[in-house]
């Protein structure tokens, strides 16, 4: 899962037509990016979530850093497309998917939390 880091910037400097616009483009590069099989949703106002069934760590973090990449190219002047993310690998089925969900927010905190660290610097 994923939580854009710009959104409650663009809106408020931009209005919310540009926020519009940072989501559709957000989309669009998940739409580019996921398998066929994988499903992505909304899940919140800036987060995004992405089931990927019959993916490992390593498919996961390549997913993460093709996502990245495809905001990077997608980024303009006006529009920084960036987020933060988090994720939780199931190999088996010993969670719940409620269980799942909440280590992969809190991975995506975490992400944030070190952005964050690294913006003050």
Partial sequence: MFDCNYLKEVNDHLGHE???LLLQRIANS???????ESIA???GGDEFLILCPHHDHQQAEKLIEQLQESFRLKTDNVLKLDAAFGYYTATDDTL??????HIADQNMYAHKKIIHQQRGK
Avoid: L, P
Wanted: charged share 35%; hydrophobic share 35%; no cysteine.
């Fill in 30 to 36: 998940i739409k580019e990016t996921i398998s066929k």
């Fill in 96 to 101: 719940s998917f409620e269980e799942a969900f």
């Fill in 41 to 43: 949703m909304r899940v």
């Fill in 18 to 20: 540009y926020g519009d």
